[in-house]
């Protein structure tokens, strides 16, 4: 079975600062791996998501694959106060199944 | 289209009683998924419907909790015998097919006294 695990556990920042979230896993079979935000209260929403190694840009939002290191990372450029949140490292299983395994989560918060 | 819907979304239960949670996908949706999340343990994967079909169980402790889905447009988790461990926020998630976004439910927070 998959094993993820994310650091740091919490994050405390200032607004406009660059803030890196990272994330490993336990299988290089895994075939997608993403990215999800949930605040406080709420369900957790897609971020964003890649296939294969490499990096994907969108927006402040930035995220490195590395398969052949097991790790995975989020980068936020001049973040917010609304960034504010729990963010998950989900890996998808290796067996073709589309169930993913998440992370504890990294507690991120913005200071205005 | 009103998202993921789980009903009820707050229930308590006395130890050893049972406890059904709901679970309505996005229709068009062919995959049902169900975790649970909990501060020490974090989001933990339950159960996996493809089709209405189970695919994957791994996660879902044997004795106590089953799932179904008898149809498209709802899913059920049941866990008899609930115990104060079971407490924690379930959340039941669909997506449209391989690799495809999970869109999530408000969860339900059970809560076993």
């Known amino acids: 079975q998959q094993k993820v695990q994310q650091s740091p556990e919490s994050l405390i920042v200032p607004e406009g600062a660059m803030t890196s979230l990272n994330c490993t896993f336990s299988d290089s079979a895994s075939q997608y791996f993403a990215w999800y935000r949930q605040h406080s209260g709420k369900a957790p929403k897609a971020l964003m998501s890649i296939f294969s190694n490499g990096e994907k840009e969108e927006g402040r939002f930035t995220i490195h694959l590395n398969k052949a290191s097991l790790h995975f990372s989020l980068h936020i450029r001049d973040s917010q106060p609304s960034d504010s949140a729990l963010y998950l490292c989900?890996?998808?299983?290796?067996?073709?199944?589309?169930?993913?395994?998440f992370g504890k989560g990294t507690s991120l918060t913005v200071i205005p | 289209n009103a998202g993921v819907i789980q009903t009820p979304r707050h229930k308590v239960t006395g130890k050893g009683q049972e406890a059904t949670l709901w679970c309505e996908p996005i229709?068009?949706?062919?995959?049902v998924f169900w975790y649970r999340q909990t501060i020490v343990q974090g989001l933990e994967f339950l159960t996996y419907f493809r089709n209405q079909a189970p695919i994957d169980d791994s996660g879902m402790p044997k004795e106590r909790f089953s799932a179904q889905m008898p149809n498209q447009s709802h899913s059920t988790l049941k866990i008899q015998s609930t115990q104060p461990q079971d407490s924690a926020v379930y959340l039941c998630a669909s997506s449209l097919g391989n690799y495809a976004e999970q869109f999530f439910g408000p969860g339900t927070r059970l809560t076993v006294l």
């Open positions: 989900a890996v998808s299983g290796n067996t073709g199944y589309q169930n993913f395994y």
């Open positions: 229709s068009g949706h062919s995959a």
